[in-house]
């Protein structure tokens, strides 16, 4: 069965210090992988997007993950977090076969000033 | 391009009763899903439809059920609610294929009581 796990409930960074969340996935195939941002309230953005070629993807906001197969891995990072960076965030895989998405528990990211 | 409304965004029904959520996807999107997020569980699958067809359904029983009219415009109705449908219910539209980004709305918030 697919899952996804973001083994960090909460991180606390400083601002203007880099920032890695971590995420692993069970597929059996190539999975299509995101991370989506949520801001409380709100709805999910998509950050960014694998699917396939260069294993490392840029996205929106300075963000970018590197997908490594040899470890099912899909970690976002960013050089510098800003405060407006603070949010929930999660990864998810696609399931082409059965059109959904299958998601982490979510990593909330908290800025220190 | 407007993005996808959900209605309305806030609700509270009392145990036993029923209620209908609806979402309007993307111009242009056939495929609309359903996600039920909340604390204990996070985000969780509940159906994808397309062109009117129900393609996948979560684990979900019965009393949640969903439907697409011909304008991709989709309804979900939770019969006989119960506490423990309170939760965040988020729609996304997109493309047919999964290697494209689902937009999310910004959720209905439905509190039983």
């Known amino acids: 069965a697919q899952s996804v796990t973001q083994p960090d409930i909460h991180i606390t960074v400083s601002e203007g210090a880099s920032l890695e969340l971590r995420c692993n996935y069970s597929y059996g195939a190539t999975p299509y992988l995101f991370w989506y941002v949520q801001s409380p309230g709100q709805g999910l953005q998509l950050l960014l997007k694998?699917?396939?070629?260069d294993t490392l993807v840029q996205g929106i906001k300075g963000f970018e993950a590197e997908f490594k197969r040899s470890q099912s891995s899909f970690n976002l990072r960013k050089p510098s977090v800003h405060w407006s960076d603070a949010a929930e965030y999660f990864c998810?895989?696609?399931?082409?076969?059965?059109?959904?998405?299958?998601w982490g528990a979510g990593t909330k990211l908290i800025i220190k000033p | 391009k407007a993005g996808v409304t959900q209605t309305p965004r806030y609700l509270i029904k009392t145990r036993g009763q029923q209620v209908t959520l609806s979402c309007s996807p993307i111009s242009g999107h056939r495929s609309v899903s359903w996600y039920q997020q909340t604390p204990g569980q996070g985000l969780q699958f509940l159906f994808e439809y397309f062109s009117e067809t129900q393609r996948n359904k979560g684990n979900f029983p019965g009393r949640f059920s969903g439907r697409q009219f011909s304008n991709s415009r989709s309804e979900m109705n939770v019969s006989t609610l119960e506490l423990g449908d309170s939760a965040l219910y988020l729609c996304?539209?997109?493309?047919?294929?999964?290697?494209?980004?689902?937009?999310f709305g910004q959720g209905t918030r439905l509190t039983v009581v």
């Open positions: 996304a539209s997109g493309d047919n294929t999964m290697n494209t980004e689902a937009f």
């Open positions: 998810a895989v696609g399931t082409p076969s059965n059109y959904q998405l299958i």
């Open positions: 694998y699917f396939s070629g």
